[in-house]
């Protein structure tokens, strides 16, 4: 008999607009996965009410973060994505975590805390609860594998505890723990193009590459990137933006061009705009096609909801399992 797959879940924040960061830093890892594993991607449309009280912007934001996964390779045939709000059951396995979740222990929660800190106008228990929600989402698919990054290493330690709890209150062994998992080597981190830290969202935007860049966008932010003002001289260490350059550079160009420019920087020769231009080449080269073929899934209603109740579907038979154990266990069986 065939082993057992292993059980991978994740969450994708429908933040709409996935840049470069997201892309070598997520999505290239789910794509690895969804061969090897059995995968449940969700967009985590319910999580967004935590801190969203205008929810006018949600529909496109889940149709374009769900087109953008699409469009990097994600197959909604090979894996269940879907979105939390479609899956009931969610909000049924959150219930029953809130019963094992210690307030005291969520306020000490340090996104919790910084949320407080970034809109104290609006400290909801939802926002309290969010880590017992996003415990419902793995442990909803009894799900091993959890592919995030360091950021939610405490969401992962509180949903070890649930299951770990679960288990002992209402007896039976209904719920794994899960861990932290990654394909391969470690996450790409791809650095901004202002030579400060990696590529974010929330900073400069021009520093930031979208895989919604039209061609001349990303050139014209390539061209904009923050290099030295000239050649260094030969065999001097590198500046964080330089390093960063070639760093991107890795990500979209051959090996050859790569050490071309590498040798050219040794030798104290390179020029920039040389760099940038293949950089701003293979960028594209790279951005186009995920650009088209997302804005085509966007623009495809029938598509979208096709995709959208597949992956309902296979979530929720997952899930109902599930939820049979739980009230099994928890004892809500009256007949
Ligand atoms: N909290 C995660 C984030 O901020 C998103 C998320 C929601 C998630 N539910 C999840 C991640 C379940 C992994 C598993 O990115």
Do not use: W
């Not at 390779?73 to 909000?91: I, M, N, R, W």
């Not at 919790?112 to 442990?139: E, S």
Request: hydrophobic share 40%; glycine share 6%.
């Amino acid at each position: 008999m065939e082993k057992k797959r292993e059980i991978v879940m994740s969450g994708i924040r429908p933040t709409g607009f996935l840049h470069l960061g997201n892309y070598f830093g997520a999505v290239r890892n789910y794509v690895r996965m969804q061969d090897s594993y059995t995968c449940y991607f969700m967009v985590a449309d319910l999580h967004a009410l935590t801190t969203l009280s205008e929810t006018r912007d949600l529909k496109g934001h889940v149709r374009r973060v769900m087109a953008e996964n699409i469009a990097c390779g994600l197959d909604p045939d090979k894996v269940a994505f879907y979105c939390q709000s479609h899956v009931p059951e969610t909000a049924e396995l959150y219930l029953f975590f809130n019963m094992l979740a210690y307030v005291g222990e969520l306020e000490k929660t340090p996104t919790f805390k910084d949320k407080v800190r970034l809109h104290p106008q609006n400290v909801n228990a939802g926002l309290l609860t969010y880590p017992v929600l996003q415990a419902a989402d793995i442990l909803l698919h009894r799900a091993t594998l959890v592919p995030v990054g360091k950021d939610q290493e405490q969401h992962l330690e509180i949903a070890r505890n649930y299951a770990n709890r679960f288990n002992h209150r209402y007896g039976g062994e209904v719920f794994p723990e899960a861990y932290a998992f990654n394909f391969g080597e470690a996450l790409a981190k791809v650095p901004s193009l202002d030579g400060t830290g990696k590529m974010s969202k929330s900073e400069n935007q021009m520093a930031t590459i979208y895989l919604s860049d039209s061609d001349e966008m990303i050139v014209k932010k390539i061209k904009g990137a923050k290099t030295d003002s000239g050649a260094a001289e030969p065999g001097a260490a590198m500046s964080e933006a330089v390093a960063g350059l070639f760093q991107l550079l890795r990500l979209v160009a051959s090996e050859d061009v790569v050490s071309k420019f590498e040798a050219d920087y040794q030798a104290g020769t390179i020029r920039y705009g040389d760099m940038k231009k293949e950089l701003a080449a293979g960028m594209v080269q790279f951005i186009a096609p995920i650009r088209e073929k997302a804005e085509a899934i966007r623009n495809d209603d029938v598509y979208l909801r096709r995709i959208m109740e597949q992956g309902a579907a296979k979530a929720r038979a997952s899930a109902a399992v599930t939820i049979q154990l739980a009230k099994e266990a928890i004892g809500l069986k009256y007949y």
